[in-house]
């Protein structure tokens, strides 16, 4: 199923889908880690531009909606998605509506390390996607993330005690081949 909303995702784009073997062992990784009762409440994926991160992440999101939003299940959910930037944005902008998705059951954070390390608030500086990342670390909230830094570059971006917590919080698929959109 997972495979399918991927296509689909590719498709909605205007471009047709290609199976290779890369994509669908990424495809299979998060199969597993959607299924498995051992997973972390987290899944990262990062790496280089243009490969298929946010793809993947997308299709994840739209699979758990459509699992959760079936005649099969009484519950209603869908995972709420942003930006990295867009992420920044409200915590400047709209700190209420930052809260709000800051505590989201599901959440995807898109391209994290595009948005600004800091922003000031009522004159108050910190980093937006810290925060959610330490809230929804101590929540044990589900978070689906994609990035193009590597784990160094995260490690200086963000300092050790985020990165620390998200290696603990994020089970990770690292995306090494060139990009599709060339």
Known sequence: MLGMCYSSEVERRGMQFVADTETAAKIEKASKWLCSDTARVGLMLYGGVGNGKSTLARAISNLIGILHNSALSAERKSVYRLTAIELAKLAADNQPLFDQVKRQELLMIDDVGTEQVSV???????????????????????????????????????????????????????????????
């Open 120 to 182: 000031k608030v009522w004159g108050n500086e910190y980093s937006p996607v810290t925060e959610v990342l330490y809230d929804r670390y101590d929540r044990q909230l589900f978070t689906l993330a994609t990035s193009n830094l590597s784990d160094e570059e995260m490690r200086e971006r963000y300092g050790i005690r985020i990165y620390d917590r998200m290696e603990e919080m994020f089970d990770r698929l690292y995306y090494k081949q060139a990009s599709y959109r060339k």
